[in-house]
């Protein structure tokens, strides 16, 4: 990774804008402790799928918990679902400081 944390966090809503260009139908939503902070709290985004794609998949949901380290602490979870064939589905995505599971 080239570049800072701090920098790369600063681009995140960019880069949803530019997903957003190919993906009409995706759901962001970020939360900041202030309003003029550059730094998240939590972050959750769900990739827009036809509704054809749902009715493919089957029907287990398994959510997976990752702990991030190095300098911010942050705990990924992620939503999959599985087609027919044994491939991955990704649902939804979210990005939350460790310290908000604990409370």
């Known amino acids: ?3 800072s944390f701090e920098h790369a966090y600063q681009l995140l809503t960019s ?3 530019e997903v ?3 993906d009409l139908d995706l759901v962001f939503n970020i939360q900041t402790a202030t309003c003029n902070d550059k730094r998240f709290t939590k972050y ?3 990739l827009g799928a036809p509704k054809k794609v ?3 998949l089957r029907p287990v949901v398994v959510i997976d918990e990752t702990f991030l380290k190095g300098r911010y602490h ?3 979870l992620t939503t999959i ?3 027919p064939s044994n491939h991955i589905f990704s649902l939804a995505f979210l990005v939350i ?3 908000t599971i604990k409370s």
């Open 20 to 22: 957003r260009l190919v």
């Open 54 to 56: 749902y009715k493919l």
């Open 1 to 3: 990774m080239q570049g």
């Open 15 to 17: 880069y949803v804008a």
């Open 74 to 76: 942050r705990t990924r």
């Open 81 to 83: 679902a599985i087609y």
């Open 44 to 46: 959750f985004w769900h």
């Open 97 to 99: 400081d460790s310290e």
